[in-house]
T-cell receptor
Framework: GNSVTQMEGPVTLSEEAFLTINCTYT??????LFWYVQYPGEGLQLLLK?????DKGSNKGFEATYRKETTSFHLEKGSVQVSDSAVYFC??????????FGGGTRLMVKP | DTAVSQTPKYLVTQMGNDKSIKCEQN?????MYWYKQDSKKFLKIMFS???????INETVPNRFSPKSPDKAHLNLHINSLELGDSAVYFC???????????FGPGTRLTVL
């Protein structure tokens, strides 16, 4: 079956630090990959996506590259801000309208 | 002009009660979902409806019954609430098999 594994949090960084949140997946076929972000008290918002191998998704300074050879989709940002504090979910989409989520990683950015 | 809305935002109730959560989307989507997020933030799909028909039912107890009166609404009714039902429930929608899903703000259910 499908599964997504993310690094456990919380990840605590100082403002302007470099961010990496690891995500690896197991799936049959060729899934699409996503990062969703959940700000405190809100629902999930799509942050970025990649639909095929070697695609790079990017948005708001965040990037992730679909690596089929390592089955990974790590999230990176060069310089985080306090406003980036949130929970980040890696997810994959395969046949059948189903999104499979990782366990979420809480990011805390301190001024 | 909220895209996916849920009511109520918070719901506190006693064990054994029956309660409903409502979801509406104004995006014109034909597919809607319910997800459960537990206290550790783990998110799992419960149901999916396409054009008012159930297409995904992920081993959810029979006490949970989704109802879709039309394509824009997917309500979740829960009978005989248990302590373990305490969680945040998210509604989402998408257009057919479009991979991008839009989420509502969530309903925090607390069972005492």
């Amino acid at each position: 079956g499908n599964s997504v594994t993310q690094m456990e949090g919380p990840v605590t960084l100082s403002e302007e630090a470099f961010l990496t949140i690891n995500c690896t997946y197991t799936a049959t076929g060729y899934p699409s990959l996503f990062w969703y972000v959940q700000y405190p008290g809100e629902g999930l918002q799509l942050l970025l996506k990649a639909t095929k191998a070697d695609d790079k998704g990017s948005n708001k300074g965040f990037e992730a590259t679909y690596r089929k050879e390592t089955t990974s989709f790590h999230l990176e940002k060069g310089s985080v801000q306090v406003s980036d504090s949130a929970v980040y979910f890696c997810a994959l989409y395969n046949a059948g309208n189903m999104l499979t989520f990782g366990g979420g990683t809480r990011l805390m950015v301190k001024p | 002009d909220t895209a996916v809305s849920q009511t109520p935002k918070y719901l506190v109730t006693q064990m054994g009660n029956d309660k409903s959560i409502k979801c509406e989307q104004n995006l014109g989507h034909d597919t809607m979902y319910w997800y459960k997020q537990d206290s550790k933030k783990f998110l799992k799909i419960m149901f999916s409806y396409n054009n008012k028909e159930l297409i995904i039912n992920e081993t959810v107890p029979n006490r949970f019954s989704p109802k879709s009166p039309d394509k824009a609404h997917l309500n979740l009714h829960i009978n005989s609430l248990e302590l373990g039902d305490s969680a945040v429930y998210f509604c989402a929608s998408s257009q057919g098999r479009d991979i991008e899903q839009f989420f509502g703000p969530g309903t925090r259910l607390t069972v005492l």
